[in-house]
């Protein structure tokens, strides 16, 4: 899964800004860490959980 996750990182933009998130906000903190031992520049914000993400942008949590 990490190699898988590192290849993905290879075709985003470096330079661009990044709202990280995930269920419980563990895994945001670990991809930020690894977007940064890749290279990343642009502003990385950890948004913790989906609960707190969709708190701080405003928007409302959808699951079907």
Known sequence: ASSSFDAQLEELDKAADYFIYCRSGNRAGQAI???I????????VNGGSVANASSILGLEVVTD
């Open 33 to 35: 860490d690894r977007m």
């Open 37 to 44: 031992d890749a290279g990343f520049t642009g502003e990385l």
